[in-house]
């Protein structure tokens, strides 16, 4: 054998073994990493505890509960920490009883002052109140 023949077949066994190594690095790889975890993840159900977005009108009447309603109610889904009013994770209530408390000022003694909000924004918070609260 010449020595440029010795060269080239020098030269290819290396290259071989590269090209080899390249194909098995490829057929074993990423892609079927990734839609195991794309099926594990579609797979598995959200947890109870993962948060969700308010719809937009609730996240109003959030913004307007905490401003005018948190001081004086509890209120978990708001962050408020009231002790003057009833902790509001404690009662039962549905909208209707809510646009009731807003506009007669809560059970009507006088001690909230009626009509705190009035049209859409009344309507805001007492979806805001009834869908996050315990519910009736």
Known sequence: MSAPERRRRALSLPT??????????????????????????R??????????PLPPAEEHGMELFVRTCGACHTFEAAGTIGSIGPNLDELPLDAKMVLKAIRIGGRGTGNMPPNL?????????????????PGP
């Open 16 to 41: 071989a073994l590269v090209l080899t190594a390249l194909a098995l690095l490829s057929a074993c790889g990423g892609d079927d990493d990734e839609t195991t975890a794309a099926d594990e993840a």
């Open 43 to 52: 797979s598995t159900p959200e947890s109870a505890e993962t948060e969700q």
């Open 117 to 133: 909000y009035e049209g859409k924004d009344a309507r805001d918070v007492a979806a805001f109140v009834a869908n996050n609260g």
